[in-house]
Structure formats: C-alpha cells, structure tokens
C-alpha cells in the first residue's frame, strides 16, 4: 500500500489550538506551584502505568487541556494510521522503500504465520535465527564450544558501530548484575587503533571467541577492526605454538573464534567466517533499532537465552501497550507528543535523559543514535522540507554524577531542558553507611532535583534563610523545569526492553508528526565518501591540490609533523 503524504503539522486546527493554549498559558504565567494547588487530582490524572514502568507526568508544563490537544495534533498528523503501518510491516521507510520491523523481533513463536511481509512470514523467520543463536549460545556458556585449543571461551570481543554496537554495549553494561557464565565481552567500535589496542590488552586468544557484527557488513571501521583482530588473534596463537600458520590451520583457529551477525551472510562468507557460525537478520530492521535482533548475540551468550526472552517480553509489553492504547491514556504517545511540545512552542533545542542508576551509564549514549540519527533531518518523507524545528539534542550522564557537572544549567540557565529521569526501587547492590540505606539516599537524590526543578526557591524563601540581599538573586530557582519520572521496580532484562521500546515510539511519534521518516540516515553519508577522497591526500600531491583551502592547509600541519 503506498504511503500517504506527510500532513503539515503545522497547518493542522490541533497545531493552532496548541498555540493558542501556549500563548494563553504565558499570558496567564505558567506555575507548577498553582497548578498544583489547584488541582488535587492532578497526580493521579498524570500517572501511568506502561507494562510494569511507573509515569509521572505532573512535573511538566501541560495542563488537562494540553493532553486533549496533544492527542489531537497526534490523531491529526496520522500517527495512529502511520502506527497500524508500521506493526503491519507497511514500507514506511519510504527512501529505502523497506519495511520497519523492529516491532516483529520480539513477537513471539505462537504469531508464525500471523505476518506476511512482502511474502515472508517474519514472525518463523525471527524465531528460526533466535532459536539458532539460543543453541550457539548454550554451547558457548555450557563449554561445549571450545577454542582451537580445547579451551572453554572465558571473552567475547564484539567487533561493531553504531547500532551494531550502541545497544549491545550499553545493554551489556545495564544488565551485569545478570552475566553469570564467567563470560565477559569487550566491545571495539572506534577505527581509531587504540580502541582495538587497549581492548585486546591482556586477553587471551585461545579463550577468546569474536563477533563481528554488522548489518551491512561492508562498513569501514567494523571491517578494518576485524581484519586487525584476525591478525592478532592468528598471530598470538602461532606465538603460543597453537598453530602453526598453515592456512589450514588459520582456517581452522578462524572457525573456532570467529562469528559473525549480518544481513549479508554473502559477505560474511568471504571474509572466511563458516554460514554455520553467522546469523542472519533482514533489511527491515534498522541498525538504531536492532539490540533485540542477532545483533544482541554478546548478550545473549553472556546473558544466556531466558534472560534474552525476558529482555524481549520487556519490549514486547510496550509494543502492546502503545499500539492499543488511545492516544489520550497513551504514555509513550504522550511522551514523544511532549517533547512536540517543548521543541515546537517552548523551543527546546535539547533534552536530558538522567538515569539514578549506574548500571544505566551507557543509555544517553545510546539514545543519541536512536533518536538523532532518527529524527535529526531536514526534509519530510516525501521529499519536501519540513515546516518546523525538528529532531533535539539528546544527551544525560546518570545521576548523581550529572548533579556535580551540568545541572546547573538545567536549574538556573535560560534554557529549557526538558528532563526524563529514570531510577528504580530495588538496587542489585545495598548497602548502608551509618545506618543508612546508601540506596535511599541516591533515591533521595532524584526525588530532590525533580521537586527543585519543579517548584523552585522563591527570593522570599531564600532571604529567610538569612541570605545578605546582594546574593539573593543568585540563590533563587524559578522551577517550573519540565522532568518526567520514570519509576521501575528493578532494573531487570525486561525493564530494560522496556525503556528501549518506549524511547523507540516515542522517537516513532515524534518523527510522525514532522513527516520525517525516522528510518533512514542518508546524513551519514556524505563525510563517508569524503573520507575515501581525503585519506589519499596524505600523501599524494594530487589529491592533496585537489581539496579546499582549510583541508589542505590542515593536510600540510599533518605531514610536517609526521
Ligand atoms: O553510518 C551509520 C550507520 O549506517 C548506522 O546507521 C549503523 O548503525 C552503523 O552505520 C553501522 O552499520 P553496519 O551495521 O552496517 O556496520
């Protein structure tokens, strides 16, 4: 079915009606305080519950009345038609002309036959490969895999970038409390050689086994770290006197400690890795949006598969409960509508994710990739430009550690910086310290900067507390800084599905309402063909008259000082 040309938001009578409602609660002055007060309810008319995360929306600048019409703008761009395409496995990427699936990753065995996408039933495809890495991986935790030597793998180096690294590595880091085969992974991703140096520092190669991961698996830095780590791994194993570097022998050390995940099994062949050892997935799932596909094998290995399954039922309950829930009642709906809201009406350039967990430490990161890779473009999905600001800056470090370094500015700068904050009730680690429960005080921590943001310190309250005059205005705190709490249980392989489902539709709701497909990356490009005409220039003449002023005269400092 073909797709329907994006609507100009902008245009619509719910956009309208979003800026009159602004302007009417400027002109009344916006005041968490007041609206508070005001309304009893409205705690619980702003709490949700989405699969088994708890939302607190009442710390943000929207009142009953900004709901309904956020929904509306929702209803009025076609995000409920576009969200039905989309689980459908309609071509919604409408540059690359594909289907966007992530969605049917995580369906689960019982729905074979249920989705037929361009003739095949993705639901049986999914399982067969999932079914496949399950049984790898249980011969790899369980010591029945072994390296060229005879030796149980004790590392895995995931060899990938962007989405064939962001998500494994940052789901590897969230869920350690949970690696329990005495099986660590080390992730390379930078072209840059001392990533790969300092990530084979000290690892033994007969117990180390390699993923390449790559969707594409033609991608510059993945390639070139995996031929540097062939060479290393086949080096250091003659070096023990483990082979003796006949091809065969090289052939077979690469059997044993090589494996790869692509949508190119082709070239995966070539590179000289076993099909056996390769596992595929499908042109429909984008790199941003592929930690639950064959791209998560490091986890699954050191995770081992029920806890995999655990991690997908997690994205699988948010999936259900954003396509089937109405817009209104709809937290994730409602959280990508907000941040509408706050680029659109408040000009919100950025926005901050802050986890109070550590085991989150890697997550900002990885929502940079999904979210601005996803949303940061310039034209709308039928070619034409957009009608408004799109696509904000997301950044966060966890809390506490945020607290000493930026947060100033989310206090007291003259910024908007809307804030989702991310913290659960149980830690994997307790621990007291004079009595106290270490964890309560970290929780404190979030309770306390969500309220400062929220309700601020009056001049008033400040010189009370006996502040001299001439500092008071340093000390005040206008609140009314817009922060979503985001509260869980404990920070398990579901939970952790979940939150990388929800920030998916969220960053899917967004990007519906600008008309942008959120699904290609064309703004990836241009710097890779550039770099490829650039490199020669460092050392041939031609190719160096042939580059602008600044790149040459930056190609001359490099080759004086080599
Ligand atoms: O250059 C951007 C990009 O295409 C990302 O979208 C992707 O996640 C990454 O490169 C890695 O690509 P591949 O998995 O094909 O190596």
Redesign the pocket.
């Given at each position: 079915m073909a797709v329907s040309a994006p609507v100009d938001a902008t245009k619509t009578l719910a956009w309208e009606a979003l800026k009159a409602h602004y302007d009417a609660l400027q002109a009344e002055g916006i005041s968490l305080k007041d609206w508070f007060a005001a309304d009893p309810d409205r705690v619980s008319k702003l709490t949700f519950q989405a699969g088994d995360l708890h939302f607190d929306l009442s710390k943000n600048l929207i009142t009953d009345e900004t709901v309904k019409l956020l929904a509306d703008l929702g209803r009025a761009c076609g995000v409920e038609e576009r969200r039905a395409a989309m689980f459908a496995g309609e071509h919604i990427n409408t540059t690359e002309d594909r289907a966007v699936l992530h969605t049917a990753l995580r369906r689960p065995a019982e729905q074979k036959g249920q989705l037929i996408v361009d003739g095949q039933d993705v639901v049986a495809d999914v399982h067969e490969v999932l079914d496949r890495m399950y049984a790898f991986a249980e011969r790899v935790r369980s010591g029945e895999w072994r390296g060229v030597t005879g030796k149980k793998i004790e590392h895995l180096v995931s060899i990938?970038?962007?989405?064939?690294?962001?998500g494994p590595v940052m789901a590897y880091e969230a869920l350690r409390p949970y690696a329990d085969a005495g099986i660590d992974c080390r992730y390379i991703s930078n072209i840059d050689p001392n990533d790969m140096a300092e990530k084979v520092k000290g690892l033994d190669p007969e117990t180390t086994l390699v993923i390449i991961?790559?969707?594409?698996?033609?991608?510059l830095?993945?390639l070139t770290n995996a031929r540097e780590v062939k060479a290393w791994m086949l080096e250091q194993l003659k070096a023990a006197g483990a082979i003796d570097g006949s091809d065969e022998q090289n052939a077979e050390a690469i059997a044993k400690h090589f494996v790869a995940v692509?949508?190119a099994l082709d070239l995966v062949a070539d590179f000289g890795i076993d099909p056996e050892n390769a596992f595929g997935f499908w042109n429909w799932v984008?790199?941003?949006y592929?930690v639950d596909s064959a791209?998560g094998l490091s986890l699954i290995i050191v995770l081992g598969p029920e806890r995999f399954q655990q991690f997908l039922a997690g994205f699988r309950a948010i999936d259900e409960y954003f396509e089937n829930t109405p817009l209104e009642e709809n937290v994730v709906a409602l959280m990508g509508l907000m941040n509408v809201w706050y680029v659109n009406f408040f000009g919100a350039d950025t926005h901050a994710v802050l986890p109070y967990t550590q085991y989150l430490h890697r997550f900002p990161a990885y929502l940079q990739?999904l979210t601005m890779?996803s949303n940061g473009k310039q034209v709308r999905w039928d070619g034409s430009a957009v009608t408004c600001h799109t696509g904000e800056v997301f950044w966060g470090e966890p809390g506490t550690n945020g607290q000493h370094a930026f947060y100033q500015l989310i206090h007291q700068g003259n910024v908007m910086v809307p804030a989702d904050f991310i913290a659960f009730a149980n830690t994997h680690n307790p621990a007291q310290d004079n009595g106290q429960d270490v964890h309560e005080l970290f929780l404190g921590n979030f309770l306390a900067q969500t309220k400062a943001l929220a309700f601020g310190k009056t001049a008033e309250e400040v010189r009370a507390e006996g502040t001299p005059e001439e500092i008071v205005p340093a000390r005040v705190f206008t609140g009314n800084r817009p922060t979503t709490s985001i509260f869980g249980d404990t920070l398990t392989p579901f939970a952790l599905g979940e939150l990388i489902a929800l920030y998916e539709h969220i960053t899917f709701v967004q990007g519906t309402v600008w008309g942008i497909d959120s699904y290609d990356?064309w703004g990836?490009?241009l710097g890779?063909q550039l770099a490829k005409q650039i490199t020669p220039a460092f050392h041939d003449d031609e190719a160096l008259a042939a580059q602008d002023a600044s790149t040459r005269a930056l190609i001359e400092y490099y080759r004086a000082h080599r």
């Open positions: 990938g970038i962007g989405g064939s690294d962001l991961v790559s969707k594409t698996f033609t991608t830095e993945t692509s949508t984008g790199g941003r592929s791209v990739q890779e990356q990836v490009e890779k």
